[in-house]
């Protein structure tokens, strides 16, 4: 049985949580002796992509070693594009928007956590599809062909979206569940304790007080005009 690739496009900028939150979930597959599921389940390998070879670092200063390029990953079984403050300098590199497509156009489950949505959208992923991305930016999706579906997860065939940053988790607890079934995904859940209760109920701009809802849309103001000018740009050469 040949191995299941799950594959997670890191770049510089990139939102950690975006990435490391199902990154947790989606590695425990190929992680004996946490979780055994060879009966059942092909041997996974979880690549962390980038560019080149060199650490990437987040939005707030976290160093990440990729562990593989986009020259020498395998083909992708799972595509994972997280998001964060990069994904401008993101949309720019032609190089990163085409290795997305590439993989994209022949994954089983296409993915994506936050802004990463963006990146998705710009690779030509998510014409025509239901998609969810950071609330800041749902306004965004239809420049790239997309509907946003109000939804913590957003399932449309084969593409996958989350929401902003800690909905990287549930989705991929959704892929374990379907990939090798939902008592694995609840011993993964249970292995991460994964069981939320935040000392606010303010984790959606439908609950979030009105003084919390304008510090974030003021500190997302700039990354999100030049997300909509970097998309307007690649519209106009004829990228999106």
Aim: hydrophobic fraction near 45%; proline fraction near 5%; aromatic fraction near 6%.
């Amino acid at each position: 049985m040949s191995d299941f690739n799950i594959g997670f496009v890191i770049f510089t900028g990139i939102t950690q949580l975006d990435f490391t939150g199902p990154f947790e979930v989606l590695s425990r597959l190929g992680t004996p002796p946490s979780i055994s599921v060879a009966s059942k389940f092909p041997q996974s390998r979880t690549h962390v992509v980038a560019k080149t070879a060199q650490a990437i670092m987040s939005d707030r200063g976290l160093g990440i070693m990729p562990s593989c390029t986009f020259e020498s990953c395998p083909s992708l079984d799972v595509l994972c594009v997280p998001g964060g403050a990069g994904v401008v300098e993101a949309l720019a590199d032609g190089e990163t928007v085409e290795f997305i497509r590439r993989q994209g156009m022949q994954a089983t489950y296409v993915t994506s956590v936050c802004t990463g949505a963006v990146l998705l959208g710009a690779a030509g992923l998510l014409e025509g599809r239901r998609a969810a991305t950071h609330w800041a930016y749902t306004d965004l999706l239809p420049l790239v062909g997309a509907t946003h579906e109000n939804g913590r997860v957003v399932r449309d065939g084969n593409i996958i979206t989350a929401g902003g940053v800690t909905s990287g988790i549930d989705f991929a607890l959704r892929i374990v569940a379907e990939l090798a079934g939902p008592d694995v995904a609840q011993a993964i859940q249970l292995a991460i304790e994964y069981d939320p209760a935040p000392p606010f109920d303010a984790g959606h701009p439908d609950k979030a007080n009105a003084v919390a809802k304008a510090l974030m849309v003021q500190r997302n103001e700039i990354a999100h005009a030049a997300i909509r000018q970097g998309l307007e740009r690649l519209a106009v050469v004829g990228r999106v």
